[in-house]
């Protein structure tokens, strides 16, 4: 069983800039694919970022050049850089496993002031 556990969420003024931690348990993370979603108020979850086993990296649109994803597997973390951040970025923020089961976090709130 895997257990991920997000934190680093927060308030923050647009234009300024937040770091997401998440911690996984068990010895499969170093060979998973770890992902990023979020999801506001009234919309579906969304894919945020993804980064592979071998540190291949991947973006939805709407982050590119703000967000960053990273992961340290010594630490069985992977983290979420933002910068810029923007008002449509406020959203519940997932940490996601992609194994054979797909596992996911509690949340962390990230809320974004105009």
């Known amino acids: 069983q895997v257990q991920l556990v997000e934190s680093g969420g927060g308030l923050v003024q647009a234009g300024g800039s937040l770091r997401l931690s998440c911690v996984a348990s068990?010895?499969?993370?170093?060979?998973?694919?770890m992902r990023w979603y979020r999801q506001a108020p009234g919309e579906q979850r969304e894919f945020v970022a993804l980064?592979?086993?071998?540190?291949?990296?991947n973006y939805a649109d709407s982050v590119k050049g703000r967000f960053t994803i990273s992961r340290d597997n010594a630490k069985n973390s992977v983290y979420l850089q933002m910068n810029s951040l923007k008002s449509e970025d406020t959203a519940v923020y997932y940490c996601?496993?992609?194994?054979?089961?797909?596992?996911w976090g509690q949340g962390t709130q990230v809320t974004v002031s105009s």
């Open positions: 996601n496993l992609l194994s054979v089961t797909n596992y």
């Open positions: 068990g010895s499969i993370f170093r060979t998973s694919i």
């Open positions: 980064i592979t086993s071998g540190g291949s990296t």
